[in-house]
């Protein structure tokens, strides 16, 4: 699984000037967060890539109702790589009398034509929570290595042990491992295949026959705890 590479230096969250009426700001202080307040010309919240709007549920029904959400997401998607919504509060207390297609047809707008992420958060201390964790992956990445392949199987219908075990070889997922299977026969022959052998196989390039090759012949002295503790 590869994940998207992580500036070495994130810039500090900038919080909009307008959001002084919210106790985010003090939030973050008490969370031992660095930010700076300046006006934004769109968004409400800049940290890192992601340019944030945020939406308490009052202001997002009101702004669905009015369609000045979409007027917003288009300005948030222009001046930034990653727009993003962020509702804060609790979605049943939408009003009783707003059309149960409005927010998913709303939402689902901002994410396909948009291409807004959308964060939530309880209150406007999970905001600040949500922002500083954002800050902290953009600045640190996520601290351990991702897991890259589904749990174990119990059973073993149509050699999916076999399947399981040659995902845990790099560069290669669910659909390569049958493929390479197939070719070879077995997962015992796919492990001790050359790197000439394996690239014989459609999907696998050099590199990747490359990697799978040294991971299989790495001797290593030490190993990294797998416990993966707080994201």
Request: hydrophobic share 45%; proline share 7%.
């Amino acid at each position: 699984m590869n994940l998207p590479s992580v500036p070495e230096h994130a810039p500090t969250i900038v919080v909009d000037s307008r959001e002084t009426n919210s106790r985010i700001p003090t939030h973050l202080r008490d969370l031992g967060v660095d930010f700076v307040m300046q006006e934004m010309p769109a968004g409400d919240y800049r940290v890192g890539a992601f340019l944030i709007e945020r939406k308490s549920i009052a202001d997002l029904a009101n702004s669905i109702l009015d369609a000045r959400l979409f007027a917003q997401a288009e300005a948030i998607a222009l001046a930034s790589e990653r727009p993003a919504l962020l509702i804060e509060g609790n979605i049943q207390d939408l009003p009783n009398d707003m059309h149960p297609d409005s927010l998913p047809g709303a939402l689902s707008a901002l994410s396909v034509f948009w291409g807004l992420s959308v964060f939530t958060a309880p209150n406007q201390m999970g905001t600040a929570r949500l922002l500083a964790r954002l800050h902290h992956h953009q600045v640190n990445g996520l601290g351990y290595e991702v897991a890259t392949r589904v749990a174990k199987p119990r059973d073993n219908p149509d050699g999916a042990l076999a399947q399981y075990l040659v995902c845990g070889l790099p560069g290669v997922g669910p659909e390569v491992a049958r493929k390479l299977i197939a070719h070879f026969g077995s997962a015992r022959a796919v492990f001790t295949a050359s790197a000439a052998e394996l690239v014989l196989c459609k999907g696998i390039g050099p590199k990747t026959a490359a990697a799978i090759v040294a991971s299989l012949d790495q001797k290593p002295t030490s190993f990294r705890s797998t416990k993966i503790g707080t994201l």
